[in-house]
């Protein structure tokens, strides 16, 4: 079993601020369990410490497959952050909405005009 240390943790929270141009903030939410904060803490660690900075894949190419993964399984939450985090990145809204026009094709048309209105939302907050 693998132990999640502060110094791991830490390096993943300043990845993920890198990331997003601001500190990941993941509070506990009402009626969740003192045990949630493991759960994000390992996401996070994993997510943010093991994934992000691997070397086999450049950071855009990384951001697109990102977003793709959680507009095609229609995760909206996720959604929203990876579309902050390929904005920040440097990716263009313009490729944003390409990718949901080439997602139609393969999870549905449904599936990519929700991802685009929650993209909306999204590019509507860096006004």
């Known amino acids: 079993m693998r ?3 502060e ?5 993943a929270l300043e990845h993920a601020e890198r990331l997003l141009g601001q500190p990941l903030t993941l509070p506990l939410g009402p009626g969740e369990p003192a045990v949630g904060a493991d759960f994000r803490r390992l996401a996070t660690e994993h ?3 093991d994934v992000w900075p691997r070397e086999g894949l450049d950071l855009r190419s ?3 497959v990102s977003v793709a993964i959680a507009a095609a399984l229609g995760t909206h939450e996720p959604l929203r952050g990876q ?3 390929a904005l920040h990145s440097g990716v263009s809204r313009e490729e944003i ?21 929650i993209a909306v939302a999204v590019f509507g907050e860096s006004r």
Do not use: M, N, W
């Open 3 to 5: 132990v999640v240390t």
């Open 62 to 64: 990384r951001c697109l």
């Open 7 to 11: 110094d791991a943790y830490a390096r």
């Open 83 to 85: 579309l902050r985090i």
């Open 97 to 117: 909405v390409e990718l949901f026009i080439h997602l139609a094709a393969y999870a549905g048309a449904a599936r990519a005009f929700d991802s685009y209105q």
């Open 47 to 49: 997510t943010f410490g």
